[in-house]
Nanobody
Framework: QVQLVESGGGLVQAGGSLRLSCAAS????????MGWFRQAPGKEREFVAAISWSSTTYYADSVKGRFTISRDNGKNTSYLQMNSLKPEDTAVYYC????????????????WGQGTQVTVTS
């Protein structure tokens, strides 16, 4: 059993930055990937970024060049640095953990956090 807790969300103006954190605890084992997804009102949950155990990174086209995902395996924590934020980035952001499957496919992830709200104003 793994528990995930997101933090760092908030309200920011367009062009600003936020850094999200996701701390994993419990029986995490090793060699798991961590991902970030987001869901805006009325929209499907979408892939944002993911990072493998060995720190290979993957990004959705919509955030590439603006967001950076990283992880600290010793702390079982991933980070999502979000720069040049746009109003379209407004969503609840969820972190997740998977042990196998597609990095950008939500059902491949085994554990999910409760989410943290990111609101970007014009």
């Amino acid at each position: 059993q793994v528990q995930l807790v997101e933090s760092g969300g908030g309200l920011v103006q367009a062009g600003g930055s936020l850094r999200l954190s996701c701390a994993a605890s419990g029986h995490t084992f090793s060699s798991y990937a961590m991902g970030w997804f987001r869901q805006a009102p009325g929209k499907e949950r979408e892939f944002v970024a993911a990072i493998s155990w060995s720190s290979t990174t993957y990004y959705a086209d919509s955030v590439k060049g603006r967001f950076t995902i990283s992880r600290d395996n010793g702390k079982n924590t991933s980070y999502l640095q979000m720069n040049s934020l746009k109003p379209e980035d407004t969503a609840v952001y969820y972190c997740a953990v998977r042990y196998r499957g597609s990095y950008d496919y939500a059902p491949s992830y085994d554990y999910w956090g409760q989410g943290t709200q990111v609101t970007v104003t014009s």
